[in-house]
């Protein structure tokens, strides 16, 4: 069975730092690229970061470029993403999902709030 | 970046009758390879999204053969044939021909 399991989330001042982690299991993780994508409360769905399965290439949001920085640790079937320089509008739900097709399976998700 | 425009934004269905959305993109998701990447997710409420379709018309495993979708180039269509109370939830197109990816803004599925 596949599964996505994200932490990380919390409470963070504006300005502030997180780093979030989703370990993967039930599939062939170095196989796999994969993606954060948030979702802000009552909105819908915004495209994050994107990794390939090597780790060779990163895609970013232009809302996050410079700021967040995705990577991944095959060894350890774990996908991160590092965030720096919080804003309010960052708050979220992050959810990490693997990618071959599309989005083939979904974390639950961990929340991030971004307030002071 | 490549716009996904959602209609309708709600859509209230009778339990057993046919639902049908449609997604359009601004420009043709056509890619080099041939391939047409649009997907649809589903999101349940309190629930993370879940792929139903993927490049255009397949269904993902284990999604129920009542979701359909069909289309090509920009105009593209998720219907599911006789709704069942479990399919509420919101409903996205997402593409992937190019970055960054993009959603559309979702439809919200209710139950007369």
């Known amino acids: 069975e596949v599964q996505l399991l994200e932490s990380g989330g919390g409470l963070v001042q504006p300005g502030g730092s997180l780093r979030l982690s989703c370990a993967a299991s039930g599939f062939t993780f170095n196989s796999y690229a994969m993606s954060w994508v948030r979702q802000a409360p009552g909105k819908g769905l915004e495209w994050v970061s994107y990794i390939t399965s090597s780790g060779g290439n990163t895609y970013y949001a232009d809302s996050v470029k410079g700021r967040f920085t995705i990577s991944r640790d095959n060894s350890k079937n774990t996908v991160y993403l590092h965030m720096n320089s919080l804003r309010d509008e960052d708050t979220a739900v992050y959810y990490c999902?693997?990618?071959?097709?599309?989005?083939?399976?979904w974390g639950q998700g961990t929340l991030v709030t971004v307030s002071s | 970046d490549i716009v996904m425009t959602q209609t309708p934004l709600s859509s209230p269905v009778t339990l057993g009758q046919a639902a049908s959305i449609s997604c359009r993109s601004s420009?043709?998701?056509?890619?080099?390879?041939?391939?047409?990447?649009l997907s649809w997710l589903q999101q349940r409420p309190g629930q993370p999204p879940r792929l139903l379709i993927y490049k255009i018309s397949n269904r993902f495993s284990g999604v129920p053969d009542r979701f359909s979708g069909s289309g090509a180039g920009t105009d593209f269509t998720l219907k599911i044939s006789r709704v069942e109370a479990e399919d509420v939830g919101v409903y996205y197109c997402?593409?992937?021909?190019?970055?960054?990816?993009?959603f559309g803004q979702g439809t919200r599925l209710e139950i007369k």
């Open positions: 420009q043709s998701l056509v890619n080099s390879d041939g391939n047409t990447y």
């Open positions: 997402t593409q992937a021909k190019q970055f960054p990816i993009t």
């Open positions: 999902a693997s990618y071959t097709r599309a989005f083939d399976y």
